[in-house]
């Protein structure tokens, strides 16, 4: 049987998106890992599932799934090309979508100028939410890493984060924290690590090291928990310009148990095809 799928991107994010609302196929992580290589499958960051949903009061589920085949609770790139993905397809006429994912209840807007806006929900902050091993919630934390203190940030947009402020992006920190950060032993569902160079009180850099995927061109969850993580330490205001290799987001937060608002563009790449 031939599965149709949609390459799409969201600032160089990159995604495979199959509508498994008028197709069926039976995933399975190997299957995953197999198409997500970039050498002898499609290759992509993340895979997005477009089902129907669940909830009654939802219009769609949406499942995503790491390039290493694990399954996860939250994509905020993903998300946008979700909305380009449904409407382009006609899978709806809305131009307000509401989406149910493992994360949480998600809202999805397409704005006039094509950008998406994403209700991501609101961030937690209690380790057991995130989840971090931690004695209390706090600001931020002590952790070493490879015989480094480093103090960061622990933040749940329905998935992981650690934030790490930094001076510099590019002093190969990232590149030999990352995957440290990534399997570090206090958070048991492993973790997205967020390294931050504050520029202005409305303006950051970063750069993801993300779980399940390594360094990505943008991570959207990253960026509304770099934006929520600096308000929190009183360093940003809303709104926060997120710069990323692969281009700019903006993230609003009023605090508290707001939710998150991310802005930014989805791509469609190009359709295919694959024999399951
Ligand atoms: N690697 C993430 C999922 C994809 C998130 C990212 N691509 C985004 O845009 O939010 C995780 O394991 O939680």
Redesign the pocket.
């Known amino acids: 049987m031939l599965l149709k799928f949609t390459k799409m991107h969201?600032l160089g994010?990159d995604f495979m998106v199959i509508d498994l609302v008028s197709q069926h196929a039976q995933l399975s992580p190997k299957l995953v890992r197999q198409w997500s290589d970039r050498h002898f499958g499609i290759g992509f960051?993340?895979l997005l599932v477009v089902e129907p949903p669940t909830d009654p009061e939802m219009d769609f589920r949406y499942r995503?799934f790491?390039a290493d085949g694990?399954e996860?609770?939250?994509?905020?790139?993903?998300a946008r090309c979700f909305a380009r993905f449904v409407i382009d397809k006609r899978l709806t006429q809305k131009q307000e979508i509401r989406v149910q994912t493992a994360g949480g209840p998600i809202v999805l807007k397409v704005r006039r100028d094509g950008q998406i806006s994403v209700d991501m929900g609101a961030p937690r902050f209690q380790p057991a939410d995130i989840p971090f091993q931690a004695e209390a919630e706090a600001i931020s934390y002590p952790l070493e890493v490879a015989g480094r203190q480093l103090e960061v940030m622990a933040v749940s947009m329905g998935?992981?984060h650690c934030v790490t402020l930094v001076d510099d992006l590019d002093n190969g920190l990232v590149e030999q924290l990352g995957p440290l950060l990534e399997q570090h032993p206090r958070f048991p569902k492993r973790v997205?690590a967020g390294f931050m160079q504050i520029i202005d009180a409305h303006t950051v850099a970063l750069r993801v090291h993300?779980?399940?995927?390594g360094e990505?061109l943008?991570?959207?969850?990253?960026a509304c928990a770099a934006a929520v993580a600096g308000i929190r330490l009183g360093r940003l205001q809303s709104p926060v310009h997120v710069r990323l290799p692969g281009g700019t987001l903006q993230i609003e937060w009023a605090g508290g148990n707001a939710p998150v608002f991310m802005t930014g563009p989805a791509t469609r790449v190009f359709e295919g095809q694959i024999r399951v």
């Open positions: 969201g994010n960051d993340q995503i790491n694990s996860v609770e939250q994509c905020g790139n993903g998935n992981p997205n993300e779980r399940g995927a990505t943008a991570c959207g969850t990253g």
